[in-house]
């Protein structure tokens, strides 16, 4: 999982939660916590997965799944926020809208991903 923004943050244990948009054909089966996209099992609570800083970039730590759940971006709460690594839901907003435009649509679906370093 890809990490290029707030990898400091997941190394240092102060995120917890990552929020990724919800793709077309990505569907959550509730009974396994998995993702699914085209059959293909995409993440899984209970699975590790590696840290990357960037695409193609070597793996420098891992995280285990332990949570799957889906909501709109602009539902984030601040608590999740802080999950998140931010100080405050604005500047999870804020950082959120310079990574995705400041049109951002906050209205977007969002896989919300719990795991521990």
């Not at 916590?33 to 070597?58: D, F, H, L, S």
Request: aromatic fraction near 10%; charge should be positive; hydrophobic fraction near 40%.
């Amino acid at each position: 999982m890809i990490f290029a923004h707030t990898l400091e943050q997941v190394l240092s244990g102060q995120k917890w939660q990552t929020r990724r948009l919800v793709k077309l054909g990505e569907s959550l089966e509730k009974n396994r916590y998995i993702i699914k996209a085209n059959g293909r099992v995409r993440y899984e609570v209970g699975k590790t997965y590696a840290v990357q800083p960037n695409r193609g970039k070597k793996s420098v730590a891992r995280i285990l799944m332990i949570g799957i759940r889906r909501e709109r971006v602009g539902e984030i709460s601040h608590d999740d926020a802080i999950a998140e690594g931010f100080r405050s839901r604005e500047d999870f907003l804020n950082t959120w809208r310079a990574i995705h435009g400041q049109d951002a649509d906050l209205s977007r679906e969002v896989w919300v991903f719990e795991f521990e370093l």
